[in-house]
């Protein structure tokens, strides 16, 4: 479907926060919208609680632009990328990330989380994250150290990369977000419906396999089993040091190889993922200590905890030269400590909002100040927006998710509106967030099918509706 009509507003910057152009703001009767859903028999899964809440949600928006971006976001993962079916009597869900035909860890997770409020209100949509949770459970036995699934054992184009692949993976590129977000996934479920039974012994075989992998990448003995080696030109899609990438010192910090971009890591030591697997050990303690089945891998998942809770206070904190105790992105253990922020999540930026860090404390806000500033190489300020990006795409694309996590994190509500009016500025008339664009061309953008950006702008105006409305009011 095409959106009928379309009316650009303007943007202004004011002491780093944008604000709609005067004159430009249009009144509902003046401008028509037409869903860009599928048709309703297209739809790969359809749930009533969602749809419900799509419409009243909408009538507390008063920007009938922002009313119909999140009606076309919001339900974009259950629209187009869900796979649902029954494996032996069993709920199995299979989520593809958008425009590429396979499963990541992360992405089907952070797909689906904006709908988890609603699970006790649909039993179709409860046995959609009992199937997620299962297929991850799967994915997790078949190789830990694996970030992307196919659905079968179709083998992949990467399938010639140096490193132990299988017919079942779509790639193999270590990064510990993946492994924390089947542990936040199965966790907030279990704590929202009640229901313990994912719990099962496939998925306690697959925790276990988690705690051994974190443990095998703090290297205290030695480099341990994985490595990963492309033949590309592309810096970032390959490990340096023979596949195990740069050195490091054991510290007790966890190793990343990869960031949650897909991007290689310059220091092994990823801090946002450090952070997020300390929250995801505990997590994961809790639910050994609910069933009772396995008081000493509880135990074990504490201790690491702390330890890495322990290293990053050790290791993590620096002082800048314009803004005081703030974190890095990356350390090596040796004293070495890259600035900067990506916005792929777990960033910096994101930490809060993964319950690893508090939104009060001065060493996040310290830090949140660098990243939203000029001394943060990969932020980005143009005509239409000012955000986040990275080298997964380059020099001034704006990722919209960094925008929309500013808002997530944010406690100020000129600055959350702002970052509304940001995007929707710069959805390029699509109705749809995209994984970059360009800060002074938003019809200069990436990925036009990327559910992730997709369900993480819908949350932030669920959000919004739930906790401050009277945000949608204004914009």
């Known amino acids: 479907m095409e959106r009928r009509s379309f009316l650009r507003n303007s943007i202004l910057f004011t002491g780093g926060i944008a604000l709609l152009g005067a004159g430009n703001i249009a009144h509902a009767d003046e401008i028509s919208y037409v869903s860009n859903r599928p048709a309703i028999a297209k ?44 494996q032996d ?20 997770t952070a797909q689906v989380w ?9 039993k179709k949509l409860q046995a959609l994250f009992q199937g997620l949770i299962n297929r991850q459970t799967k994915c997790v036995l078949i190789d830990p150290y694996a970030n ?23 790639e193999r590129k270590w990064e510990i977000d993946s492994l924390c977000y089947t542990i936040r996934l199965a966790y907030h479920y279990w704590k929202t419906t009640k229901d313990d039974s994912c719990f099962d012994e496939n998925w306690q075989g697959a925790a ?3 705690v051994k992998t974190f443990k095998e990448q703090q290297r205290k003995e030695n480099q341990g089993p994985y490595s990963f080696q492309r033949n590309t030109t592309r810096t970032y899609d390959s490990l340096p040091g023979g596949g195990y990438g740069n050195p490091i010192n054991p510290v007790g910090l966890i190793v990343s190889s990869f960031r949650p971009s897909d991007d290689a890591t310059v220091l092994p030591f990823l801090i946002p993922s450090n952070y997020f697997a300390v929250v995801s050990l505990r997590q994961l303690a809790e639910i050994f200590t609910h ?23 050790a290791y993590a904190n620096s002082d800048h030269l314009h803004f005081g105790e703030i974190l890095p992105f990356e350390v090596d253990g040796f004293g070495n400590k890259l600035f900067m922020d990506d916005a792929n999540i777990p960033s910096l930026l994101s930490l809060p909002y993964l319950g690893a860090i508090s939104n009060s404390s001065s060493l996040y806000q310290n830090t949140r100040e660098y990243i939203l500033s000029k001394n943060n190489p990969w932020f980005f300020k143009g005509k239409y927006a000012e955000g986040i990006g990275g080298p997964h795409v380059g020099i001034d694309m704006i990722w919209p998710m960094s925008i929309v996590m500013r808002a997530l994190t944010s406690d100020n509500e000129e600055e959350i509106i702002s970052c509304l009016k940001m995007l929707v500025a710069s959805h390029a008339d699509t ?11 938003p019809e200069n953008y990436t990925r036009s099918w990327f559910a992730w950006a997709n369900t993480l702008f819908g949350e932030l105006i669920f959000k919004l509706y739930k906790e401050r409305p009277e945000i949608l009011s204004r914009i």
């Open 43 to 86: 739809r790969k899964f359809v749930s009533d609680a969602v749809e419900q809440t799509i419409e009243k949600v909408k009538k507390e928006i008063s920007n009938p632009e922002l009313s119909w971006m999140f009606e076309n976001c919001f339900p974009n993962t259950l629209d187009t990328t869900v796979q649902y079916s029954e």
């Open 89 to 108: 009597g069993s709920p199995d869900t299979f989520v593809i990330t958008g425009d590429i035909n396979a499963m990541w860890l992360r992405d089907s």
């Open 114 to 122: 904006p709908y988890l409020p609603l699970v006790s209100e649909d």
């Open 148 to 170: 992307a699934f196919n659905k079968g054992a179709d083998g992949s184009h990467w399938e010639s990369d140096l490193t132990e692949m299988k017919p079942e993976l779509h």
């Open 208 to 210: 276990r396999l988690i």
């Open 291 to 313: 069933t009772g089945s396995n008081s000493k891998l509880a135990n074990e998942a504490l201790s690491l905890a702390t330890e890495v809770e322990e290293a990053l206070e």
């Open 431 to 441: 109705g749809f967030m995209h994984e970059t664009f360009h800060k002074n061309n």
